[in-house]
Structures are given as structure tokens and as C-alpha cells.
């Protein structure tokens, strides 16, 4: 019976698609498609894509899902469009091991290819089909198209059966190459009520709703629909660039969040609901709310963690440091606790909200003021703040508050120091959930500037070597990343090593690295290095003084961003060379001093380099003076990085008299 009811629903909605777009249907008009008809630039266009969702009835389950049914026809223009062939498709599973999770059905993948004028077809078979385990929550079922070459069409069609109908499903208009045309319906019966928005820079060519009748069975009682279909035309690629959060949060797609379903029985049951009712689930929740109150667990530790400490802002610290300590993060995010605090610190590992709820906990034992506040990473998204909905956050996190300030900590972060939030956590705005008081917005932002200080501190010899000293001193996001990279070396000798192979002109001598482990401290990396400048034994030597983190690529290329540059903190770069020089020899030509700015005091860049008792010092500002700037903004930083590149290419030349 199942099995009969399944096809008779995967019928319906390809037969509703097959009207105008069937499956290896390819017109001659696609075969000769030109690309320069929608950017010269493209390696693949969708030619043609299309997809419907409904709700079914599963009388065996007597649960409702959703059949969601994917159709699309690709032509690859070279070799660049290759990887529009290789196709992963997103499985999701609660974790828990049991069958509510989503199913693949009906896969059909095909190459069109022209040869001696005639049309030739090249079916995938199903063994290239595997399965990969991405997490506990989420399988990438993967194929790669066979035959494919320069110009071929590919075509492929796919069902997904899934229990979860709370954001119905989700319809991206945009992706890494343009479309043509992108076609979504949207069959809704009249007792759902979702919430609907199109987010992203693009506007629908067409979208219209229609009277769908009996598009749901349930108990032998037809039911009607609204058949929303939703059309872009002539969609543009949406293009990644660096510094940016969750594409999502830009693409053009359609996304629906379930507000209320009226059942048959007459009853309603609300899922959009108010902050007041939402924080009352998580207060009571036991793996939220219950875990926060899990207080006793530290009552025998806590006194011995904070003794001889009368400061309050270092008994917070020392808690904290015990917590990123005692308890390995699994590398899962979440906002609820998979066991418990007191499983958590007996087996020492757990996700982040394990981490996070045994540190609010423990901060509760010592009778501290603090906080839960969940969040939504950099790459799931922003979340909706016009109604409370819960599956947009992925992530929690502690805040305590201390006098008149607050901290917001990730004890899941061991590096990161007392009140710095790891980068992936910069993202918008999270909702702080207190035990007794109304929740509310706070805005998640870097607690203070990412700086960096490096200097030179060197002598030129008469045979073109430079001999000297680099240290850099690092606090903020750099540090937090210089200890991550160095981390992940078995020792700090073979990181050096590894460093000392990346600098194919700089020879390091010797090094010491201090504060690795002393996170609240600022992170000292100090080389002894030496190196040849060009020309060496001539009159005329050239030196490129720009070799300390040097700007050789502009990071925007864009000729129009219409998503925000974030580069999730604000942050000042200093560097500093002092080379004395030979008695003979003369500085000949140096850079002229520069100073570049942004507008509305955004930033700067400033170079100076002066010659004074055989001193040549070269003095570098890199300022970016906020960590979010507009997509009004992008065009003055691409000329900003393209001044500094320029800047960046002169020499000083040095004289040489015998």
C-alpha cells in the first residue's frame, strides 16, 4: 500500500512539471544557446529549472510529509563549467538514529551530447551514485554526470519525501552560475498557514496564486490548495567573495516558515509564537532551561576554583578557564545539551550548548549574574526578527555580567581569551535568555579592535644581507588565529619549520614564541632572520621594504557587491623597519610618503620612511576602523586595496660607493 501511494504522488507533480519542460526534450534553440545572452563570463547556465512542493498524507504513519520534486537542465560551455556536473544533494536526519528523516526517490541523471549532428543521450548509472555522512544530521548524497564535455546539456530530476514541514522547503533563485529561467510552485493546503518571504537584491518576474482543488487527501476528505508559483527570468550568478557571512543571507530564494495548522478536528495549534512563549519552552526545557540550572554539579568544585581570588572579574576567569579545560569540544554545534552537565564534565567532551550550559552553571554556583544567549553562526544565516523562530539559531553561548559590564564567552573555544567570542559567533544579533526575566536582542560583535605590531629591527652589510630581528606582537582575532595555526603542528619547532619554508627569501635563524598558552595575553612571536637584498655586489641595490604581510591581491574584484563587506572586527596593523646601513652606502630613491583614507572615517592607510644617521626607517598604519561596511562602501575599499598594491611595489634604492 505504501509503495503504490508513493508513485501515485511522485506522478502528479513531474506530470504537473512535464508540460513544458520533459525530460530530455532538448530544443535546438538550448542546443545553440549563446552565453553572451546572459554574461559572457559564464562557464554553465541553467537553461531551464523547476520544482514543486506539496503535503501528503502517509496513512500507514498517520503523519503528514512533504514531497519535494527538483527538475534541471544545465548546458556546460568549457571546462571551467565542469564542476556544475558534479551534483550533491543534501540529506537531513534528526541524529537520533531512528526514521524521521528525509528520503531520496526517483533520480534520473542524464548527458546530451551532439555528434554527427545527431542527439545522444548518456544515462547515469545508479552506481554513481554515493553516499556521504556529513554529520549525524545531515547525509550528501553525490554524483557526477558521465560524458560530460564542452558544450553538453545535462539534465537531472530527484524526490525527496521529508517529515519536516515547518519551513515547508526553501527555493534558491540564485546559485554559482545563472539561470534562465527558475521556476517554484508551492502546493499549500487551506488549513496550513506559512509565513512567506523572498529575500535577496532580485525582484520575481512573475508570481501568482491559484485555486488548486483536491491536492490533499486525509481520511478519505479531499482538501483544496493554494498553488502559489513563484518565477525569476534571466537570474544573474551569485558570486562569493571574501569577507562575507552565510550566502543565504544574500542570495535571491524564496523561504516559508509554518505559522499555524488548523486540523480536522477543529483544534489549532500555533508554531509561530511570541518571545514570551518561546522563552517559557526553553526555561523549561530540560535540555535548555534545565541545564542552566545545573548549579548543584559545581557545588563542591567551584569554592576551590575561585579561592584566593577577591576580584570578581578573576574568580569569572578562573571558571572560565577551567571549563575550556576540563570539558573537549566534539566539534557539533547546538543550542540544546545532548546529555547533560553533569555527563559532560564526567566524560570530559560534548557540543557547544554542553560546553556552554556546564560554564553558565558553574558561573551560577559562584552566584554570578549570568545569561544564555542563543545565537546563529556566520555560514546558517541570520535569523528572523520580525517573529521568534527557534530552528533559525544553531548555537549558544554564556554571558555574565559583571558592575557594569557584560562578557559574552565560548568555553567550547579554548584559545579564545576571557570575553572574546570566536569569529564564526560575529554574526548580526542573538536573543540573551535569562531564568527569570524577559528575553531580548543583543547585538553579537567583537568585545574589542584585532591589532597586530610587527617590527624589524635590523643591520644591512656591506655584502647585501640583512641581518635582524622580526617580532610581532598579536591580540584580538589575529592572535586567536596565529595560535589556532600553530596549534595544529605537532610542535612549535615544526611550525616554524613549515614557516620557515613559506619565506622563500627570508632565512630564519632563530625564534621564540611567548604567551602560546596565556590567552589573556597578547601573543609575542619573535624570528631572527636573515636575508639577501636584490642586486647584491652591485652599485645599485634595490629593496622591496614591504615583505612583512604584504598586500599582493586585492580581495575585491566585483564589479558590483550587493551584500556587505564583514570582516567581523575592526582592526589596526602597525609595522615598523629600522635597518642601519653601511657607511657606504646612500639611500638613493625611497617611496614618497602616502596616507589613503576612506570616507566617513572608515579607514586609512599610511606609509612614511625616513633616512636619518644611517637609519632607514619605513613605518606602515593598515586602519579599518569598523567591521561592517556597506555594499555603498565596496567600490571605495576596491580602490583603497588597489592604491595600497601600487604603493606596495616600490623599491628604496640603496647607492654603493667603493
Known amino acids: 500500500m505504501r509503495k503504490t501511494l508513493f ?39 541553467f537553461l531551464n529549472e523547476q520544482g514543486n512542493s506539496r503535503l501528503s498524507f502517509d496513512s500507514e504513519t498517520g503523519r503528514m510529509k512533504l514531497v519535494f520534486n527538483y527538475h534541471a537542465r544545465i548546458k556546460l560551455f568549457n571546462k571551467e563549467g565542469f564542476d556544475a556536473a558534479n551534483i550533491i544533494i543534501p540529506i537531513y536526519k534528526n541524529g537520533s538514529g531512528n526514521d524521521d528523516q528525509e528520503y531520496l526517490s526517483g533520480l534520473k541523471a542524464s548527458t546530451f551530447n551532439v555528434k554527427n549532428g545527431v542527439l545522444e543521450e548518456s544515462e547515469m548509472s545508479n552506481k554513481a551514485l554515493f553516499n556521504e555522512e556529513k554529520s549525524k544530521y545531515i547525509t550528501l548524497a553525490k554524483f557526477t554526470f558521465p560524458n560530460i564535455r564542452e558544450h553538453s546539456i545535462i539534465e537531472y530530476q530527484y524526490t525527496i519525501e521529508s517529515p519536516y514541514l515547518f519551513n515547508f522547503r526553501t527555493w534558491n533563485f540564485q546559485s554559482d552560475i545563472p539561470k534562465l529561467n527558475s521556476t517554484y510552485v508551492a502546493y499549500i493546503p487551506a488549513n496550513y498557514k506559512y509565513n512567506v518571504t523572498l529575500r535577496g537584491f532580485y525582484k520575481l518576474s512573475d508570481n501568482k496564486a491559484e485555486l488548486s482543488s483536491g491536492c490533499l487527501r486525509i481520511a ?14 534571466d537570474v544573474p550568478a551569485f ?8 550566502p543565504s543571507n544574500y542570495k535571491s530564494a524564496i523561504y516559508f516558515e509554518l505559522e499555524e495548522v488548523h486540523y480536522l478536528t477543529g483544534s489549532t495549534q ?3 509564537k511570541s518571545w514570551r512563549d518561546i522563552d517559557y519552552e526553553l526555561t523549561s526545557n530540560k535540555d535548555f532551561g534545565g541545564q542552566m540550572k545545573r548549579k548543584d554539579v559545581f557545588k563542591t568544585i567551584v569554592p576551590n576554583l575561585i579561592a ?31 546529555t547533560s552537565v553533569k555527563e559532560v564534565i564526567e566524560k570530559r567532551s560534548g557540543n557547544v550548548a554542553d560546553i556552554n550550559f556546564a560554564l553558565i552553571s558553574a558561573l551560577s554556583a559562584a552566584n554570578f549574574d549570568v545569561e544564555a544567549v542563543m545565537l546563529s553562526t556566520r555560514d546558517n544565516g541570520t535569523v528572523n526578527k520580525l517573529y521568534p523562530i527557534i530552528s533559525d539559531f544553531n548555537y549558544v553561548v554564556a554571558k555574565v555580567n559583571i558592575g557594569e559590564k557584560s562578557y559574552l564567552l565560548d568555553a567550547s573555544e579554548p584559545l579564545a581569551p576571557f570575553g572574546l567570542l570566536p569569529l564564526r559567533c560575529i554574526n548580526d544579533q542573538g536573543r540573551v535568555i535569562n531564568l527569570k526575566k524577559p528575553s531580548y536582542w543583543i547585538d553579537m560583535k567583537a568585545a574589542k579592535r584585532s591589532s597586530s605590531t610587527h617590527s624589524l629591527i635590523g643591520k644591512l652589510t656591506e655584502d647585501g644581507k640583512i641581518i635582524g630581528t622580526i617580532t610581532t606582537v598579536g591580540s584580538g582575532f589575529n592572535a586567536l588565529n596565529t595560535r589556532k595555526e600553530i596549534k595544529k603542528y605537532s610542535s612549535i619547532d615544526e611550525y616554524v619549520e613549515k614557516l620557515d619554508e613559506r619565506l622563500t627569501n627570508i632565512k630564519i635563524k632563530d625564534f621564540k614564541i611567548s604567551n602560546l598558552d596565556s590567552v589573556e595575553n597578547a601573543l609575542v612571536e619573535a624570528y631572527q632572520v636573515e636575508f639577501t637584498i636584490g642586486n647584491a655586489g652591485q652599485n645599485d641595490n634595490h629593496f622591496n621594504p614591504f615583505f612583512i604581510n604584504p598586500i599582493r591581491r586585492n580581495p575585491f574584484k566585483l564589479n558590483e557587491r550587493n551584500y556587505p563587506v564583514d570582516l567581523g572586527s575592526a582592526s589596526e596593523e602597525r609595522i615598523a623597519i629600522s635597518i642601519t646601513l653601511p657607511d657606504n652606502f646612500k639611500l638613493k630613491e625611497q617611496p614618497k610618503d602616502v596616507s589613503i583614507a576612506l570616507p566617513n572615517l572608515g579607514g586609512r592607510y599610511l606609509l612614511q620612511t625616513n633616512l636619518l644617521d644611517k637609519n632607514l626607517t619605513v613605518n606602515q598604519q593598515l586602519l579599518f576602523s569598523k567591521a561592517i561596511y556597506t555594499s555603498e562602501e565596496y567600490h571605495y575599499l576596491k580602490e583603497f586595496y588597489n592604491q595600497i598594491i601600487q ?3 616600490m623599491d628604496v634604492l640603496f647607492s654603493k660607493s667603493n
Open 7 to 45: 508513485i501515485f504522488l511522485l506522478l502528479i507533480p513531474f506530470f504537473a512539471n512535464s508540460q513544458d519542460f520533459e525530460f530530455g526534450k532538448i530544443t535546438n534553440e538550448e542546443l545553440s544557446f549563446d552565453r553572451n545572452k546572459i554574461d559572457s563570463n559564464a562557464n554553465a547556465v
Open 220 to 233: 478519505g476528505k479531499d482538501m483544496d490548495c493554494s498553488k502559489l508559483t513563484y518565477n525569476m527570468k
Open 239 to 246: 558570486l562569493e567573495e571574501d569577507y562575507m557571512t552565510a
Open 270 to 272: 500555533k508554531y509561530t
Open 308 to 338: 584566593g581570588h577577591t576580584d570578581e572579574l578573576q574568580k569569572a576567569k578562573a571558571i572560565f578557564e577551567y571549563i575550556k579545560k576540563q570539558i573537549k569540544w566534539n566539534n557539533y554545534y547546538g543550542k540544546y545539551s545532548e
Open 647 to 649: 604603493v606596495q611595489k
